[in-house]
């Protein structure tokens, strides 16, 4: 391996590993996520997504068919089924009667029930319920068992999460929401910086130099100072509980880091390149609107990358501005914490809920990282 001089292999090593360790960090949890949505509440309660495809033993609860499944035979009333689905190959290695002790008997074993009536349950599933008197009720009796499950992944968790119509399951909704917010709310700023940033770069005007200072300045400002004033002025003008409040919400606290990462880059472009326009007799705008835009986009895309996620996984600001009790305008962020509070314990509808969020700023970042280092390292070199 050749080694820049200056340089020291193990630094190089040392480097490597820790990008390597950095991507794994990042990359476990997403994979987690994504192999538990397709698992059922049992498999993830037992085991950890890592063992997905291996084989679990659970304690399940199940019911026999119910009493108007039973025939006679003889004197006696005979209820006869499986406790698994056709083409299960679960294995029960002990069950029971009662939840008190749900590994009383072993598989093959009769058991007297408390409402009369005998039950055997083999090691594949099959059952015999037996009873010298008619059998009543509308259900059968719960058998509790201990089973090695094999695995099983299902699309049960997005049809819940995507089509229910239970209004708190419902992200379908929310996800179109999110898009509603968070799409103008990433080409609007872009629009407006990419006109100031032009005109900071490359137009002479008085103050020019205190609008760039006061722009970086603007960078360091915490964004939870400008909330309530800001709620305040939406509420006065009349777009405080709607997407308009919210767009320019977005748009404010997303301008100076857009105006300040087009200035840069705008300024490295070669000055030759603006003047032989304006010698060709191009205007201003033409010049920004055929050279500059294009040349730029390295930039713009980048801005659009650190814009679209942040505006997607954003809950503070949609909370604020984006008021609205009946629900018809809540974001992804926001039925994910209402799905904590209703369903803290349904983890599948969770790690669904949360991979479905996530889906599309992957897709954005993965689609458009080429251009985010360019666009980042805008302006540090020439």
Not at 138 to 153: C, D, M, S, Y
Not at 293 to 301: E, K, R
């Amino acid at each position: 391996m050749t080694v820049i001089a200056g340089e020291k292999p193990a630094l190089i090593w040392a480097l490597r590993l820790s990008v390597v360790l950095l991507v794994g960090l990042w990359l476990f949890p997403t994979l987690g996520l994504l192999v538990s949505s397709f698992r059922t509440s049992d498999q993830i309660a037992t085991s950890g997504w890592w063992r997905a495809m291996f084989p679990s033993e659970q304690n399940l609860t199940l019911r026999t068919d119910p009493p108007s499944a039973q025939v006679q035979e003889g004197d006696l009333y005979v209820i006869e089924g499986r406790l698994f689905a056709e083409g299960t190959s679960s294995e029960i290695s002990a069950w029971g009667t009662s939840a008190r002790d749900p590994a009383a008997y072993e598989p093959g074993i009769s058991a007297e029930l408390r409402r009369g009536g005998t039950l055997m349950v083999a090691a594949d599933g099959a059952y015999r319920l037996e009873s010298t008197e008619e059998i009543s009720g509308k259900r059968g009796p719960r058998v509790f068992v201990t089973a090695t499950v094999p695995p099983e992944f299902t699309l049960e968790n997005y049809e819940t999460v995507l089509v229910s119509g239970n209004a708190t399951d419902n992200m379908a909704k929310a996800f179109f929401n999110t898009l509603t917010v968070t799409i103008p709310a990433t080409i609007i700023p872009i629009l407006v910086a990419a006109f100031a940033a032009y005109a900071l770069a490359w137009m002479e005007f008085p103050g020019r130099a205190l609008l760039v200072a006061a722009i970086v300045g603007l960078l360091v400002v915490p964004l939870q100072l400008a909330l309530i004033p800001l709620l305040k002025f939406h509420n006065e003008i009349g777009i405080g509980k709607g997407y308009i409040g919210v767009w320019m919400a977005h748009t404010g606290f997303g301008l100076p880091l857009a105006i300040y990462l087009l200035r840069n880059y705008m300024v490295g472009i070669p000055r030759d390149i603006i003047e032989n326009a304006r010698v060709d007799g191009a205007t201003d705008f033409m010049i920004f609107v055929r050279i500059i835009l294009p040349l730029s986009f390295p930039a713009l895309a980048s801005f659009a990358i650190f814009q679209f996620l942040w505006t997607w996984n954003d809950l503070l600001v949609a909370m604020v501005f984006l008021i609205d009790a009946t629900g018809e305008t809540t974001v992804m962020t926001k039925q994910i914490v209402e799905l904590l509070g209703t369903r803290g314990g349904n983890w599948e509808i969770l790690a669904t809920s949360a991979f479905v969020s996530i889906a599309v700023p992957l897709a954005v970042f993965f689609a458009m990282q080429k251009y985010l280092v360019r666009g980042l390292l805008a302006g540090s070199i020439k």
